[in-house]
């Protein structure tokens, strides 16, 4: 369970979620092959396709759901995604491809919070160092399975027997950079074919340089200046519409 930005982006290549979210943050299915909620909005059932296999062989179940999310809101875990489901009463299997979230009060927007990646129950409940190795050599139901870690490089390879199909690329070389400058560098001179997080004097180079294509998308983060109002320099209303 991740807390960087950055292996974010990765475990979108090795994990599935029960929902995923389009280019328009609409809920879609990904594990999850059908949902609904009961009249009170205090029960929602999720049904878990079938023949989802982890990179190992095992197929995953309503089993790995559970042991998720469980793990998510355990204390012990100090998951940063905790908090989002405070009013989650309990998660369980109610069969082997029924997952269920029983809830306190009623949420309408849960299916925009069920959407962490899941994991495999039977790797990661045999120990408490199991974690630890599992971060080393993390196995998932993705589109790729780690292959290697080395040099600042991590390498996946295609999955052959990905639920929605084999990905059309062979492998995924993901590279990390001592600075934003040598990963702009390395783009520049053909050394890497994918770079994000770019400034916008950066981007804006390669928006006009028809070696590259650039691709704008919604973001859930934004960057704001708030003014604490409890420092009496930005009590002064005047000061605060200067600065606006």
Do not use: C
Not at 37 to 46: I, M, N, Q, T, Y
Not at 74 to 87: E, F, G, Q
């Amino acid at each position: 369970m991740v807390q960087d930005t950055y292996a974010v982006h990765l475990d979108e290549l090795i994990f599935n979620s029960l929902i995923k979210l389009n280019e328009r943050y609409e809920p879609l299915p990904d594990l999850a092959e059908s949902w609904q909620v009961s009249a009170g909005g205090l029960v929602w059932d999720f049904k878990i396709k079938r023949g989802v296999l982890f990179h190992d062989g095992k197929e995953l179940t309503a089993e790995d759901v559970a042991f998720t999310y469980n793990a998510i809101i355990n204390p012990r875990v100090k998951s940063p995604h905790a908090s989002l489901y405070d009013m989650v009463k309990s998660f369980k299997a109610a069969g082997r491809y029924m997952f269920r979230a029983e809830l306190n009060e009623p949420y309408s927007p849960l299916l925009f919070i069920m959407d962490q990646h899941i994991l495999p129950a039977h790797l990661l409940e045999q120990s408490e160092t199991a974690m630890y190795d599992f971060g080393r050599n993390p196995v998932g139901s993705g589109p790729f399975k780690f292959s290697e870690w080395r040099n600042g490089e991590i390498i996946l390879l295609a999955n052959d027997r990905y639920f929605e199909g084999r990905p059309n690329l062979d492998r995924v070389i993901l590279k990390s950079f001592a600075s934003r400058l040598s990963a702009w560098s390395a783009l520049m001179q053909g050394k890497t074919d994918v770079v994000s997080d770019l400034n916008f004097e950066d981007f804006r180079i390669i928006r006009d340089d028809p070696r590259f294509k650039t691709y704008d998308y919604l973001s859930f983060f934004y960057y704001t200046i708030l003014f604490n109002l409890e420092d009496p320099l930005f009590s002064d209303r005047t000061l605060r519409r200067a600065l606006d």
